[in-house]
């Protein structure tokens, strides 16, 4: 079935760097999604995104965070500066368009190591 | 606050038993349920859904049983496979018309079907 890569899967950094976490969602979809998932709790939702914009961001979706896709390329979350709080697995997902009935198709899932 | 719960957080059955996951939520405006299943080292793949209209859905060996008034669901596995084992989320969201559901996931259920 239709496949979103992330890339790196795993992630060190010391806190205070900047990260950039990448999506390549499935190449017909226009709703992006990152969720965040911290070890031995659920995914939380974090932002969706669509035609160029952010839509709904959670209060887990800090200042230092943002998110874009230029061009057509890479969903991408930044993080500036991490904090080691950030550490976690971030989840990205896209669905075709959004409302309730449409599947969201998720990645495999970055690990970031804030140190 | 956890607005979808899951029980058990682990469970063990034996190969052609019935799984029982269950999964209950707080918020009444929630209209869409999607189960999730996970391996190891793979995304999380949708499995099945249903919503309120519904009291069931099946699909196969997999069913989901439906109490609104309860706010309760439940997934049943039959005839469990060891090729079933993984970890079962849970989500619910709400209608967002076009600004993208948003999925609040449970912690999971890690099923283990032995031989």
């Known amino acids: 079935g239709p496949k979103v890569l992330q890339i790196p899967s795993h992630q060190i950094i010391d806190m205070g760097q900047m990260v950039t976490l990448n999506c390549d969602p499935v190449?017909?979809?226009?709703?992006f999604y990152w969720y965040k998932q911290i070890l031995g709790q659920q995914m939380e939702f974090l932002v969706n995104?669509?035609?160029?914009?952010?839509?709904?961001k959670s209060k887990l979706f800090k200042d230092q965070f943002s998110v874009e896709r230029p061009d057509g390329s890479y969903f991408t979350l930044k993080i500036q500066p991490t904090a080691l709080e950030d550490s976690a697995v971030y989840f990205c997902?896209?669905?075709?368009?959004?409302?309730?009935?449409?599947?969201?198709?998720f990645g495999p899932g970055t690990r970031l190591t804030v140190l | 606050q956890q607005q979808v719960r899951q029980s058990p957080q682990s469970l063990t059955v034996w190969e052609g038993e019935t799984a029982i996951l269950n999964c209950s939520y707080e918020?009444?405006?929630?209209?869409?349920f999607p189960w999730y299943w996970q391996f190891p080292r793979e995304s999380p793949a949708l499995l099945i859904a249903?919503?309120?209209?519904?009291n069931k859905k099946e699909d196969g060996r997999f069913t989901i049983f439906f109490n609104k008034r309860e706010k309760k669901l439940s997934l049943h596995i039959t005839d469990s496979q060891p090729g079933d084992s993984a970890t079962y989320f849970c989500?619910?969201?709400?209608?967002?018309?076009?600004?993208?559901?948003?999925?609040?996931f449970g912690i999971g259920t890690l099923l283990s079907v032995k031989p």
């Open positions: 989500a619910a969201s709400e209608d967002y018309g076009s600004s993208g559901n948003k999925l609040i």
């Open positions: 995104f669509y035609n160029g914009k952010v839509m709904e």
């Open positions: 249903i919503r309120p209209v519904s």
């Open positions: 190449s017909n979809h226009l709703y």
């Open positions: 918020d009444s405006t929630f209209d869409y």
């Open positions: 997902a896209s669905s075709l368009v959004g409302g309730r009935s449409y599947e969201q198709y």
